[in-house]
């Protein structure tokens, strides 16, 4: 079973930064869209980011709009997510998937917490 590895969470001041990463060692992320999804309390997983497998095309969910930006590096198989000017409401678990259908099943996501 293909498993998908994501890193970088933590516990940041609303305004601050993290960068978010996602890897497996099984996948192979050169093939699909990838994307980044989270999961705030109580709320819907929802789409935030995602990029083309040749890396021209980026869509971003309005509410993370200038704020977040997607990479990856297809060479290393691995999707990134900066995320700047953080706000309380960003909290939630960050998930990365193909997208915007999901092939792989879900990885354990990193906790991001935004709060003073």
């Known amino acids: 079973q293909v498993r998908l590895v994501e890193s970088g969470g933590g516990l940041v001041q609303p305004g601050g930064s993290l960068r978010l990463s996602c890897t497996s060692s099984?996948?192979?992320?050169?093939?699909?869209?990838m994307g980044w999804y989270r999961q705030a309390p109580g709320k819907e997983r929802e789409e935030v980011a995602r990029m083309t497998s040749n890396l021209r095309t980026t869509v971003y969910a309005d509410s993370v709009k200038g704020r977040f930006t997607i990479t990856r590096d297809n060479a290393k198989n691995t999707v990134s997510l900066q995320l700047d000017n953080l706000k309380p409401e960003d909290t939630a678990v960050y998930y990365c998937?193909?997208?915007?259908?999901?092939?792989?099943?879900w990885g354990p996501g990193t906790q991001v917490t935004v709060s003073s």
């Open positions: 998937n193909s997208a915007p259908t999901q092939y792989y099943s």
């Open positions: 099984q996948a192979h992320f050169d093939v699909w869209t």
